[in-house]
C-alpha cells in the first residue's frame, strides 16, 4: 500500500534554532517528492521538490534531503523564525498514471516560540 | 504566491441547504482539483480535471459534484449539505507539463454544516 508517513507529529522549538522534519514513504514507483508549508487556515506552498536523481535541493533556510534507496527525506530548518510556525507537509507522486498521482503526509505541525 | 482564489474562505449553513464552492485561477492551468482536508489530517483528492468538459471523480468518495465549463473555474456543489460534509475544502491547479507539475494552492473554503 501506498503511503508517507510523517514524523514527529508535532513540534516546538524555540525561535533561532534548528529542527528536522522527517518523512518515510513506500510509494512506487516514485517519480517525485515535495514539501509543502501550509500555514494555519491556508492552501499549502510548495517550498521544495525532488526526483529520483537528487539528494539535496535548498531554498532559502530549508534544506530537504532525499534517499531513495530507504526511501526518506528529510526537511531541516535552519536558524528557526516565528513565520515557519505551520504544518510541513510531504508529498510523493508516482508515476503510475498519467495523473501522477500525489500522496500526502499528515503533516509536522512546527511551532516556534520567541 | 500562487493566483488562485477560493469563495468564501468561511461558511456555516444549516442542514439540507445547496452550496457552491468557488474557486478561480488566472494562471491559464488546464488541471484543476479538490482536494478535503480534515484538522490534522492528510488532503484526500475529490475530483480532478484535465480541462474544459472534463471532470473526473478523485480517491475519497464525496456527494459533491463539480463543473468545468471554463478553464479558469472550477466550482464545488453539494445539492444537500449534512454535518459530515464539514471540512475545509481546497482547490489547487498545475500546468500539466514536465514531470514537476508542481500543483498551486488556494487558501481553501472551511465549511461547518451545523
Known amino acids: 500500500k501506498n503511503q508517507v508517513e510523517q514524523s514527529p507529529q508535532s513540534l516546538i522549538i524555540l525561535e533561532g534554532k534548528n529542527c528536522t522534519l522527517q518523512?518515510?514513504?513506500?510509494?512506487?514507483?516514485?517519480?517525485?517528492l515535495r514539501w509543502y508549508k501550509q500555514d494555519t487556515g491556508r492552501g499549502p506552498v510548495s517550498l521544495t521538490i525532488?526526483?529520483?536523481?537528487?539528494n539535496t535541493k535548498s531554498n532559502g533556510r530549508y534544506t530537504a534531503t532525499l534517499d531513495a534507496d530507504t526511501k526518506q527525506s528529510s526537511l531541516h530548518i535552519t536558524a528557526s523564525q516565528l513565520s515557519d510556525s505551520a504544518s510541513y507537509i510531504c508529498v510523493v507522486s508516482d508515476r503510475g498514471s498519467t495523473l501522477g498521482r500525489l500522496y500526502f503526509g499528515r503533516g509536522t505541525q512546527l511551532t516556534v516560540w520567541p | 504566491e500562487a493566483d488562485i482564489y477560493q469563495t468564501p474562505r468561511y461558511l456555516v449553513i444549516g442542514t439540507g441547504k445547496k452550496i457552491t464552492l468557488e474557486c478561480s485561477q488566472t494562471m491559464g492551468h488546464d488541471k484543476m482539483y479538490w482536494y478535503q482536508q480534515d484538522p490534522g489530517m492528510e488532503l484526500h483528492l475529490i475530483h480532478y480535471?484535465?480541462?474544459?468538459?472534463?471532470?473526473e471523480k478523485g480517491d475519497l468518495s464525496s456527494e459533491s459534484t463539480v463543473s468545468r465549463i471554463r478553464t479558469e473555474h472550477f466550482p464545488l456543489t453539494l445539492e444537500s449539505a449534512r454535518p459530515s460534509h464539514t471540512s475545509q475544502y481546497l482547490c489547487a491547479s498545475s500546468d500539466g507539463t514536465g514531470k514537476e507539475d508542481t500543483q498551486y494552492f488556494g487558501p481553501g473554503t472551511r465549511l461547518t454544516v451545523l
Open positions: 518523512c518515510n514513504y513506500t510509494v512506487s514507483p516514485f517519480s517525485n
Open positions: 480535471s484535465y480541462g474544459v468538459n472534463s471532470t
Open positions: 525532488m526526483t529520483f536523481s537528487e
